[in-house]
């Protein structure tokens, strides 16, 4: 779908700006916040919301095993504005904290 590959463009590409999220994304695509999740559920089996954060936290992932910045750096790259909060979402997706991922990549 078109679309879907545009919006996943796009994410990609707002990942480190911490004011997008799915209101943005519909914005700029132009399209109803209902008709962007229907879309996304029957293409990726995901909300637009957990898109956003899972590459947000695979970029996350990339950084903690390539780039020697510390977590604070990482989560900000990432577009949080909270490194808590960032630990927190960390942890629950990848089952560990990034310190502790950082440790054993």
């Not at 996943?8 to 999740?37: H, W």
């Not at 957990?50 to 695979?58: N, W």
Request: hydrophobic share 35%; proline share 4%; with cysteine.
């Amino acid at each position: 779908d078109k679309l879907v590959k545009k919006a996943l463009e796009m994410i990609k590409a707002e990942l480190q700006d911490p004011s997008f999220n799915v209101e943005t994304l519909v914005e700029n695509l132009g399209i109803s916040r209902v008709k962007c999740y229907r879309i996304f559920k029957e293409t990726l089996n995901q909300s637009p919301s957990d898109v956003i954060t899972s590459f947000r936290l695979q970029k996350a992932e990339i950084l903690l095993k390539t780039k020697k910045l510390n977590v604070s750096e990482i989560s900000f790259e990432c577009g949080y504005n909270d490194p808590k909060y960032f630990g927190r979402s960390f942890k629950k997706y990848f089952g560990k904290s990034p310190k502790e991922y950082k440790a054993f990549s």
